[in-house]
């Protein structure tokens, strides 16, 4: 159901391993980012004095967030990331089952899991991957939506759909793959308790200003960083004015940054490092020959490609691990 890409290595950054950036809170003596961090639901009127500029609320009282981004590869829509998730829910949940729920913490009652609240686009880093290149890697590589499934009421499975789906076919609600094939889906159980992965851009733009005290002057949009899972896509936001932040080098001043879980019950603030490498090199396996009636398993070649990353994208962030507060920043 999905392909595997193996031996990732980092043209121009050497902290990459596997295309994760492994993010660590060190400890600070100003305001420290954790679990304290996650702010209860705001009303909407409260939402509205986090933004200025072109961010706004739609009618419902939710953010307004980037929408699909165009490439010159087909991709599906929102609406038919949901339908495909459904039919993924109602054939495929259950095979996955222990580990959805050891990710979850809580067992699931997969008769009852159903596509619910909102659907992201989650930008990729890369641009698009050569058409020559297998599918799998370019979707691998690609954009994905990001569709929540509840258990009854609750958020309980994260589902990232392929933007380059185009080739599933539904029947009778139920998924149809091509002949080629490969990571299509990518799923995470939704840590009980938690409102999704990613978390809604509401907490994500609360959060922010809980901590910073700045307003958000652009519609949020969900990056995934470098070639990651797209659950840990994180929220860009870009801030009506500059924050002053701590990393690791000590303090700097940041107008976007980046809002994403760590792990269950944490929130992170990072900001795009330095240095990024200019592309990531993987290998990938060209399709077994047809009609293969040899011994043993058919010969399959081994290639080597780069996927080039889009200019000013994450493939690596540096962790914010504290914020001077406002007040003392005026000093």
């Not at 739609?58 to 929408?67: H, K």
């Not at 596509?115 to 691998?140: H, W």
């Not at 899972?229 to 936001?237: I, S």
């Not at 077994?288 to 011994?295: E, L, M, S, Y």
């Amino acid at each position: 159901m999905f392909g595997r890409l193996s031996r990732w290595r980092i043209k121009g950054h050497y902290t990459l391993v596997a295309g994760v950036c492994a993010l660590v809170f060190v400890g600070c003596t100003d305001r420290q980012l954790s679990d304290s961090a996650i702010v209860a639901p705001n009303p909407t009127a409260r939402l509205a004095t986090m933004l200025t500029g072109s961010a706004r609320l739609n009618p419902s009282g939710e953010i307004e967030v980037m929408g699909a981004v165009p490439t010159e590869q087909p991709q599906v829509s929102a609406s038919r990331a949901d339908s495909l998730a459904q039919g993924w829910a109602r054939v495929f949940a259950g095979m996955v089952r222990p580990s959805l729920e050891r990710q979850r913490g809580a067992p699931l009652n997969i008769p009852a899991l159903r596509v619910c609240g909102k659907t992201y686009f989650a930008r990729s880093a890369f641009d698009p991957l050569p058409p020559a290149l297998p599918g799998y890697a370019r979707r691998s590589f690609g954009p994905y939506w990001i569709v929540t499934i509840c258990d009854g009421q609750t958020p309980a499975v994260s589902l990232a759909v392929s933007a380059y789906a185009t080739d599933l076919t539904l029947a009778g609600g139920r998924v149809g793959f091509p002949k080629s094939s490969g990571e299509e889906f990518k799923w995470m159980g939704i840590p009980a308790g938690s409102a999704g992965l990613p978390f809604p851009p509401e907490e994500a733009v609360a959060a922010m200003f809980a901590q910073t005290g700045r307003r958000v002057a652009a519609a949020p949009e969900l990056v995934i960083p470098g070639h990651s899972m797209p659950q840990l896509a994180r929220w860009h936001l870009r801030l009506d004015s500059t924050a002053l932040v701590r990393t690791k080098d000590g303090t700097v001043r940041q107008q976007d940054v980046y809002v994403g879980m760590r792990r269950a019950g944490d929130t992170l603030l990072a900001r795009l490092a330095p240095t990024q490498p200019d592309s990531v090199t993987f290998e990938w396996l060209s399709p077994p020959p047809q009609h293969w009636t040899g011994p043993g398993a058919p010969p399959r070649v081994r290639h080597s490609a780069n996927a080039i990353r889009s200019r000013g994208m994450p493939v690596v962030f540096e962790p914010v691990v504290g914020v001077l507060a406002p007040s003392v920043e005026k000093h």
